[in-house]
């Protein structure tokens, strides 16, 4: 079970939800969903495959329309950015999806650089040189540098996905089933990245898993997505201390100690 961060700051939402609905044709997705973010935290949604969980990341990152209801992130409301300001607001939010696959072609060092060259003109080489190692010892690969993702195991292809997210210094980490794929040992030291991901860049991060002991473990808070909304929020224990037959299938299913 993880220790609460003791640094996540309640006074300040970084992300806040209220009363969000979203449909496709009659198929209601999400049915009102309330959901807030504070600054330091990792709040874990679970739920099962097709229930709206990708639909929710999406709106947060302005990629889907919201059919109603208020999204405030960082301070913005999504939905009434222009473009310009939607990308702005963006490369405040680090994306580590499943499919965010390296450049085959390039070495880890150019795949690090790449976002740096496109978003971060100002940086002299110098700069970026030394923006690279920081984010490459942070998730424990300093030697694979000069590496090509080929030669990297799953694991390490993971972590250097992740690096290549934290090199903007986002303010918010969305982690979209971070462990899929992942045999146990990758998955827990994929666990204690994100962990150290919080704790030394001070993000806000949400991870979306059905991986039961990835939530343990990364979760400061746990909400379960059941049907359209929220229907569980606390810490992990707490989620699952219920009579509530949905929940404890759910547990039945995924959870493997
Ligand atoms: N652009 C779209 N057009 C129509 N239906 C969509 C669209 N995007 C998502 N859906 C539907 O919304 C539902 C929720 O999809 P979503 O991808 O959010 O599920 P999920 O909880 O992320 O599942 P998984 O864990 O399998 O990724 C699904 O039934 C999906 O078919």
């Given amino acids: 079970m993880k220790e609460i961060n003791p640094r996540i700051d309640r006074s300040r939402k970084v992300i806040e939800i209220r009363g969000l609905k979203k449909a496709f044709d009659d198929f209601e997705v999400l049915k009102g969903v309330d959901l ?3 600054q330091g935290e990792n709040l874990v949604v679970l739920g099962r ?9 999406k ?24 473009p310009k300001e939607l990308d702005a607001l963006r490369l405040k939010i680090g994306f580590s999806f499943q499919n965010s696959a390296l450049y ?51 694991g390490q292809r993971k972590r250097i996905g992740i690096a290549r ?20 040992i990758t998955s827990i030291e994929i666990n204690r990245l994100i962990n150290e991901v919080q704790r030394r860049f001070n993000t806000s991060s949400i991870i979306i898993t ?33 009579n509530d037959e949905r929940v404890k299938a759910f547990y039945n299913y995924n959870f493997i100690d």
């Fill in 36 to 38: 807030d973010l504070y």
């Fill in 49 to 57: 495959s097709g229930t709206g969980k990708s639909v929710l990341i």
């Fill in 59 to 82: 709106i947060i990152s302005g990629l889907l329309k919201p059919d109603e209801g208020y999204v405030n992130v960082l301070g913005e409301e999504v939905d009434r950015l222009t």
């Fill in 104 to 154: 085959d072609s390039m070495t880890v060092k150019e795949n690090l650089e790449f976002p740096l060259i496109r978003h971060a003109k100002d940086l002299t080489q110098k700069d970026r040189d030394r923006i690279i190692s920081v984010v490459l010892e942070a998730v424990g690969l300093s030697q694979a540098m000069n590496q090509m993702p080929s030669e990297l195991s799953g």
């Fill in 165 to 184: 997210t934290l090199i903007l210094k986002p303010e918010i980490m969305l982690y979209d089933e971070p462990t899929a794929g992942l045999d146990p």
């Fill in 210 to 242: 059905h991986d039961l002991t990835c939530a343990k473990a990364v979760g400061d808070r746990v909400v379960m997505l059941l049907d359209g909304q929220f229907q569980r929020q606390g810490t992990f224990d707490e989620v699952f201390d219920t």
